[in-house]
């Protein structure tokens, strides 16, 4: 309701009164305004830099963290999202991976946030529907006649209107901006994807490594046993008359020594542990049985030709089709931020019913009510934005020459890390057959060592050093056992082929040619 009062005589005593109304409204909003400032503008900041403090409402955080593992609290998605431990079940790394894909935080904001880039296409296709709005006012005016206020004139009027819009034509810019949201919902898509392998390599690493620590803590054991055998024999010859005080004593001295070389491994066993269930994305404190690496035999090369590696890469890696789905963004871009320049062609259509009631000089209510109706064409064009159409397009073209570079780089550091990854595999292979023969000999020469100190013709040096052979030995085919899991998940991340999801052919087969098309001006290199 609107009251507008104008044409209006007064006395000097009405202005005065007027006045002091007035006077007092602003008097009291302005109370009104000093009291929602003390109540409630109370942000600030520490006092001094030179130590920290406690901001107000800090406790309401703190009670909030306390109990955010309260599963009460989780939404029901995430509940359901869960995968729990089994208390005594033996988990092999598929198992593993199956966790943490189901519980790990990551998954679940990348799935949120390719739900998000979904719902923005919807959000741009929006603009090829048309537009309706419905619109109702009620309205009272009372208005005092300007040469006199003895006869004063109201009014009543009531109205409701249906308004409709519809863009038919806007020379290509709503459809590139349904481009280019599609484009980021493939970069969201692809980002999900990328998540996922990035998890399942972590998770496949940590596999690897809690083995490793766990083989090297079996190799340390065996090492203290044998100091322990070393120290025995050396205590039985110096019964005998064979040996002296200094050698059992540096047999003692060398089977404590592998007591605490093997508490340490027991300790780094334990740290490969929490890692692992870290990895997972569930609490460090869950206990986890893990099964060990299955032995096997290794090839000698990897399968594939790096060329063939280097180009399944390039055509799947998740990394670089989300590049290639921001090249195509940023494309869309440039063509909406060109739209602008020419003119947009709409229907324009409103429909409703009016009613207005008016008396004057204290006569009767007259009036009329009826519908009101309308439909056009509407053409806008403008003519002048302060630049505002020059600088978005100079914008928009800089983002695609920042994207045409970004692809670029990201696909030659593609071509790099292949590399690496399949020669550290290589070299993890050859390692592995080195290490074969270097444990095999050094076990050969530390029972004929031991043998002959037993018998009292070697010295204990030999011994003990034979023993340290051994060990470096069982330790050095650990890691190079180790290594080569490591390098083929390494290599698998690297070209694509982790966690890869199933896709149909003909999609395979078009992001190859997409990529190699976007690529072709700078053809790949093999070399790093």
Known sequence: MRISMFGMRRTTQQIGQTSSLLLKVTVAIFMAMWLVDKGFGKDDVAPSPDHSWAPPGINSYKQQLT???????????????????????????????????????????????????????????????????????????????????????NGFAEDATLDLKWLLFDFGGRRAGVASAREQLMMANMGFNATHQKIVFLVTKSFYDFNTARELAGVDESAQQAAETVREAAQARFDNGLATKPEVLQAEQQSAQAAYDLEAARGALSDAQVALVNSLGILPSTPLRVATVPEKKFADDPEDSLDELIDRALAQRPDLVAKLASL??????????????????????????????????????FGNSKPTYGVGVEIELPLFDGFARANKLRIAQSKLRAAESDLTDTRNEAVREVWKAYTDLKTALRKRESADKLLASAQSAFDATLEVYRQGLGTYVDVANAQRYLTAAKSTIVDARSDIFTGAAALALSV??????????????NMSKNVNKTLSAQPATHQP
């Open 328 to 365: 195509r963004a940023s494309q869309a871009e440039v063509r909406q931020a060109r739209s602008a320049y020419y003119p947009k062609i709409s229907l324009a259509a409103n429909g409703g019913w009016s009613k207005l009631d008016v008396n004057a000089y204290d006569s009767p209510y």
């Open 67 to 153: 109990s955010i593992n309260d599963e009460t609290n989780l939404d029901p998605a995430v509940k359901r999202a869960g995968a729990v431990v089994e208390p005594g079940k033996i988990y092999d790394l598929p198992g593993l991976i199956d966790i943490a894909e189901r519980n790990h935080p990551e998954t679940r904001v990348a799935w949120e946030r390719a739900r998000q880039a979904a719902k923005a296409v919807g959000l741009d296709e929006s603009a090829y529907y048309p537009y309706l709005a419905a619109s109702a006012a009620a309205d009272y005016q009372h208005e005092l006649g300007l040469l006199t206020t003895v006869f004063p004139a």
């Open 496 to 509: 694509g082929d982790l966690a890869k999801p199933e896709a149909n052919s003909n999609d395979d087969a």
